[in-house]
């Protein structure tokens, strides 16, 4: 299994703007990509403008494919200017215990 990551630095005052759309992100890719199982978004409760996203893979493949999505291109371009800084990372699992989700 592999994981895509994000780490989401938004601009004071455009949280709400932003978490509507990264779900209207999540949503597209769960409903068009057979490999999108779900997503996950966290909000530090110390930095509220601090968010952290994870989003479980099958493969490499399908994460390049999401990433290569017009659509996903055209929602990072609307999340760009309510961000401060945004940091993408492709994970690999490197343990695991119990059930998760």
Do not use: K
């Not at 509507?20 to 992100?25: E, M, P, S, V």
């Not at 990072?76 to 401060?84: F, G, S």
Request: glycine share 8%; hydrophobic share 45%; charged share 25%.
């Amino acid at each position: 299994m592999y994981y895509t990551h994000g780490r989401w630095t938004v601009r004071a005052g455009h949280e709400d703007e932003f978490v509507a759309l990264w779900r209207g992100l999540a949503e597209w890719s769960v409903t068009h990509l057979p490999e999108a199982v779900g997503a996950v978004l966290l909000r530090d409760r110390d930095h509220p403008n601090l968010f952290l996203s994870f989003s479980p893979w099958p493969s490499l493949e399908a994460i390049d494919d999401f990433r290569g999505q017009a659509q996903f291109g055209a929602f990072l371009a609307q999340m760009r200017p309510l961000l401060e800084r945004v940091e993408t990372f492709t994970l690999d699992e490197a343990a695991s215990v119990g059930r998760l989700g």
